[in-house]
């Protein structure tokens, strides 16, 4: 198991070399004054573009400007993010407990709420509950996120003013600043909240992570429902299945502990890739609900061109995927004994 993780991680530096060649070839197609329209910050600065293309290096070679950003990184620069008005470091810190604080409520209810359907689904095939399951998952995965955002947010804060965009209300946020007592630990206002024994900061976060979670997990979920049915209905068909009932266990038994504990191995692995997906930041979600948080900022930069926000956030997208794969492979593991990795 160790010698299967060492070789994983060591696959991960080339991994995260690919996805960099790929994405600054992909940004070398701009010419170099587009590129250097991305430090335009005046009408003057705007008639002395040539200078700033000297200025960057935005003439040299390919594998002379990658190169020059390959020592900054190794050296833990990873440049100035115009979006974010500070360095990428820096705005890493400010954006990403906003993304983690958002997928620490939606990750766990996509996984519980996809699996409990399916497998319902499976168990009752054919019946109103699995031709329910079925309706509500392809609903879901067809709805655009965007636009069910949207939908949600007129209903729920343009008619109702119940749950509000952004991340925490103007009110709440005078408060923290003025007081003097509260620390910001996480980052996270729901859980500095209550570390700081402050309810009505969480109280009032969670009252804008509302929208913004049952979104997601409408959405992502449909997708765990459908492979959760399929693997309990060829679970149940197997012929320790049919041994299980001729020895007379009871229902509960066989497709719980037995039939959905085989049923979760591809669930696993759509889940995995789901996850990493959300923490690398849901852009429509966090773009039409104001969280200001990696997809947000993601969004942003491409808008933008803000080059090494783009980079720095497609080497972490690499390195999250990398990461969720291999604790997927160990989970494997540990589900199905028959799964060995060495």
């Known amino acids: 198991m160790i010698h299967f993780i060492i070789r994983r991680l060591i696959f991960l530096v080339f991994v995260l070399f690919g996805v960099t060649i790929l994405v600054f070839s992909l940004l070398m197609t701009f010419t170099p004054e587009r590129r250097a329209a991305a430090f335009i910050t005046s009408p003057q600065a705007a008639r002395d573009i040539e200078k700033i293309v000297e200025k960057f290096g935005l003439n040299d070679p390919f594998y002379e400007q990658y190169w020059r950003w390959i020592k900054e ?3 833990g ?5 115009l979006v974010a008005s500070s360095t990428v470091l820096k705005a890493f810190v400010r954006y990403l407990p ?3 604080e958002l997928n620490l409520y939606c990750a766990p209810l996509i996984v519980l709420v996809g699996v409990w359907f399916g497998t319902q689904a499976g168990i009752h095939r054919d019946t109103w509950i699995d031709h329910t399951s079925r309706i509500v998952s392809i ?20 008619k109702y003013n119940l749950f509000p965009p952004g991340i925490i209300s103007d009110q709440m946020s005078m408060y923290i600043l003025n007081s003097e007592s509260f620390t910001q630990y996480t980052g996270m206002y729901t859980i500095d909240g209550i570390l700081n024994w402050e309810w009505g900061v969480t109280l009032d976060a969670l009252r804008h992570l509302v929208l913004p979670v049952l979104t997601n997990v409408i959405v992502i979920f449909a997708l ?4 959760m049915r399929s693997g309990m209905i060829e679970a149940l068909s197997q012929d320790y299945i049919l041994t299980a009932k ?11 502990k037995h039939a959905r504990k085989n049923a979760l191995i591809p669930v696993m692995t759509v889940s995995g890739v789901l996850i990493a997906g959300l923490m690398t930041g849901s852009i429509s979600v966090e773009y039409v609900f104001n969280r200001q948080g990696m997809g947000w900022w993601l969004a942003n930069s491409a808008i933008q061109l803000d080059v090494p926000a783009l980079l720095s956030v497609c080497l972490f997208v690499g390195f999250v995927y990398v990461i969720a794969n ?3 492979d160990i989970l494997y593991a540990s589900i199905d004994p028959r799964i060995r990795l060495n």
């Open 73 to 75: 990184i190794s050296q």
């Open 77 to 81: 620069n990873f440049g100035w993010s």
């Open 98 to 100: 906003i993304t983690v």
């Open 139 to 158: 609903v879901g995965w067809s709805l655009p996120t965007f636009l069910f955002s949207l939908i949600l947010l007129m209903v729920f804060y343009g």
């Open 224 to 227: 765990l429902v459908r492979v």
């Open 246 to 256: 001729a020895k007379g266990a009871d229902p509960k038994t066989i497709h719980l």
């Open 326 to 328: 291999l604790l997927v």
